[in-house]
């Protein structure tokens, strides 16, 4: 359950869709988030989805969950320049909370 | 209200000093966090409180001192820091341990 990893970086041009990757090892999550920290800011939670979900919309947001690859997404649409920020996906699994090495994306006006 | 407030925002002290950082939350959750970031790296647990009850101590140095006066407020004394300690300081809160966390904007900690 500790090993949640992500892509350091990731650059995309204003109005594409953005895709922030996330792998974790640990099958028994229960839960799985994506949080934004902007510079100098607290962590934002941005959206969590169960872990017998594989899919979950939010407005500009969709999270998709492959159980069996362990492999966990963000997806980003009309990605605009206030969305800079690291994004750090997280798992919980029983009374612990891991987060993943965060992603650093910077949009291109 | 999804709000947890932290104050001090910046805090400078010597290795000598004694302070204190203070965390609010009204939401009625029962579980309360402290954290220490590194600049663009995650972070990393300290404390989790549950109930108003120490619940998870990360073998975190004793000059790290958390107390939990009631459901809605938690501190973190500091005594005798080192440079190294020196980070952001994030406090977060969830309805039960380990459900989703909402943090506060953190104190940033400088030790001279």
């Known amino acids: 359950g500790e090993d949640v990893e992500q892509s350091l970086f990731l650059s995309v041009r204003e109005g594409d869709s953005s895709v922030i990757n996330c792998t974790y090892t640990d099958s028994s999550s229960t839960y799985l988030y994506w949080y934004k920290q902007e510079p100098g800011a607290g962590l934002q939670l941005l959206t969590y989805?169960?872990?017998?979900?594989d899919m979950k919309q939010d407005q500009r947001l969709t999270v998709l969950l492959n159980k069996k690859d362990k492999h966990l997404s963000l997806r980003i649409a009309d990605t605009q320049t206030g969305d800079s920020a690291i994004y750090f996906c997280?798992?919980?699994?029983?009374?612990?909370?891991?987060f993943g090495t965060g992603t650093s994306l910077t949009v291109i006006p | 209200d999804t709000e947890v407030t932290q104050t001090p925002k910046h805090l400078v002290m010597g290795m000598t000093n004694k302070k204190s950082l203070k965390c609010e939350q009204h939401?009625?959750?029962?579980?309360m966090y402290w954290y220490k970031q590194k600049a663009k790296k995650p972070p990393e647990l300290m404390f989790v409180y549950s109930y108003e009850k120490l619940s998870i101590n990360e073998s975190v140095p004793s000059r790290f001192s958390p107390e939990c006066p009631n459901s809605s407020l938690l501190n973190l004394h500091l005594h005798a820091l080192q440079p190294e300690d020196s980070a952001l300081y994030l406090c977060?809160?969830?309805?039960?341990?380990?459900?989703?966390?909402?943090f506060g904007p953190g104190t940033r900690l400088t030790v001279t």
């Open positions: 989805i169960f872990s017998n979900m």
């Open positions: 997280a798992e919980s699994i029983g009374n612990q909370f891991y």
């Open positions: 939401m009625g959750h029962r579980a």
């Open positions: 977060a809160s969830s309805q039960e341990i380990h459900r989703e966390q909402y």
